[in-house]
């Protein structure tokens, strides 16, 4: 099966030439009298480039600190806009304007002083557009950082961009306890009618080829959004406590990213069989390749935010297949109370309340980036979406759990422009709420869950998610399944104390030494 929407990669270099202007600011091109005055973005690229016209999504980022990098950032945004090009043929101009593009919070007719800029262009759904990647060094196809003056209603002078894209892929340093794992995936190939395949980085215990008839348990590791296997690997190994906590273990963190975000190993429509791909692939290939335990009691999973909502969904659907899972501010694992909204509520708005009041997603308490007491308005957390395009948070979620629509992408939960919730999609994203489905687990399910939650989550987490925690906590005492949940005192969206490693190996342990009793 391919995907709904295919672009030709383009690996070479771009030449796009931008200019920016106003329409009185500049004599020998006017505008057309349909387009508004104001700042405008004049691009094109030279036919020693494709000679065949190309298809994609530009984007354009402004920085007002110029000493810093031109990346969206939802805490402090920056001016960064987008529109989408189709037969886009060599020689040929395009214009992005307030009227065609796609912002980030700010107006493009509010640029005003000097700015770094930098621009994007993707040609592929292959993979995701990275947030942290789209303007920086490593991204796609990205150009120099560049430092431009406009002056508001007036002209500025044109701008030449070398644009390309990033002609070598990452590169994952091995070394004698780090290993990396591609794996083709028969399945997803099948899928996608295309090559794909499954990323891990193994991370053997510093005794493995010395005991070399011991079989240790095994930590499958999912990261939190953005984190990769080519990415904060130490980062991940301190998180999880990888060396100094307990018994010794091998840990298998997987890389969760697709080409419509994070696809959780939740199978969807639109991400295809991941469950299937965890099971039949993933695992065989472990166990066969390195010396792990085969006993399914001493197989664990671990995760932060929507890694940690990996880990429950394998869990719960699958829990005679694990030991336990070690959850760390999962994303909403109950929907009444998903990013502050119950969606199956009647008229359900995403950024407003039955009161009409504007509601703020980001709980900003003890974070140094904001000043204000309201955080950030769901809406503007939003706004990466609607500037990427596809890939992103919200997008990536509709590719989880929502079916595809007539024209292939995923159905959206609610409309990104005014927030209002969509009854039919909401009422097809039930089956994968943590809480529905624990509530319709059978005895023998049941039985097979109890002890085997682990949920820990600040009482003030950065994206409210001790609110849905708590929900499901109430959901499991009801079904009479103990769980380990954990609601600290304290802000932000990182629990991963010495406390808590520990406490999480003591867990793991305690199931091994039951098992060998």
Request: charged share 25%.
């Amino acid at each position: 099966m391919k995907p709904a929407k295919s672009f030709l990669l383009v690996s070479m270099f771009v030449l796009l030439s931008i200019s920016l202007f106003s329409q009185r600011g500049n004599k020998s091109e006017p505008a057309p009298d349909d387009t508004p005055g104001g700042l405008r973005i004049r691009l094109s690229y030279t036919d020693n480039i494709s000679q065949a016209p190309i298809s994609g999504r530009i984007l354009v980022g402004f920085q007002k600190d110029l000493r810093k990098s031109v990346n969206p950032d939802i805490f402090n945004p920056q001016p960064a806009f987008a529109m989408d090009v189709t037969d886009w043929k060599p020689g040929e101009t395009v214009v992005m304007d307030c009227v065609n593009s796609v912002k980030q919070k700010h107006d493009m007719d509010s640029l005003d002083g000097w700015y770094a800029v930098q621009a994007i262009m993707v040609t592929s759904h292959s993979s995701r557009i990275l947030t942290d990647a789209i303007f920086s060094p490593g991204g796609l196809a990205v150009t120099n950082k560049n430092i431009v003056y406009i002056d508001k209603g007036k002209m500025c002078m044109p701008l030449d961009l070398l644009f390309s894209v990033a002609p070598a892929p990452p590169v994952f340093k091995e070394t004698e306890t780090v290993r990396k794992v591609s794996i083709r995936s028969e399945l997803l190939t099948q899928f996608y009618g295309e090559n794909d395949s499954i990323l891990a980085a193994v991370i053997l215990p510093a005794s493995y080829y010395k005991e070399k008839d011991r079989v240790y348990p095994t930590v499958y590791v999912f990261g939190g959004w953005g984190a990769s296997i080519y990415s904060g690997l130490g980062f991940q190994q301190k998180r999880y406590g990888m060396s100094g906590y307990g018994t010794e273990k091998i840990f298998v963190i997987v890389n969760h990213e697709c080409r419509s975000g994070f696809h959780n190993f939740c199978s969807s429509e639109t991400n295809g069989p991941r469950e299937e791909t965890f099971f039949s692939e993933l695992l065989p290939y472990i166990e066969k390749e390195y010396r792990v335990d085969r006993d399914p009691r001493t197989r664990f999973l671990a995760g932060q935010s929507s890694g940690a909502w990996a880990a429950l969904w394998l869990l719960v659907n699958y829990p005679d297949r694990f030991g336990g899972a070690f959850a760390g501010s999962p994303d909403p694992v109950d929907f009444t109370e998903f990013a502050g909204t119950n969606i199956y509520d009647n008229e359900a708005n995403m950024y407003y309340d039955k009161a009409g009041a504007e509601k703020h997603l980001v709980n900003m308490k003890g974070n140094p980036e904001d000043s204000t007491d309201k955080g950030l308005a769901f809406r503007d957390f939003v706004d990466l979406d609607r500037l990427a395009g596809w890939g992103e948070q919200m997008y990536s979620l509709d590719a989880t759990f929502s079916r595809r629509g007539h024209d292939g992408e995923p159905e959206r939960l609610f409309d990104w422009e005014t927030g209002v919730v969509n009854p039919a999609v909401a009422a097809s994203w039930e089956k994968h709420d943590l809480s529905w489905r624990v509530a319709r687990l059978d005895k023998n399910q049941r039985n097979a869950l109890r002890s085997k939650i682990h949920i820990y989550v600040n009482e003030d987490d950065l994206f409210s998610l001790d609110e849905p925690v708590k929900r499901f906590r109430e959901i499991l005492s009801r079904e009479d399944i103990n769980a380990d949940i954990q609601i600290f005192p304290a802000a932000g969206h990182d629990v991963w104390t010495d406390e808590v490693r520990k406490e999480m190996h003591d867990a793991m342990d305690s199931v091994i030494v039951a098992i060998n009793q």
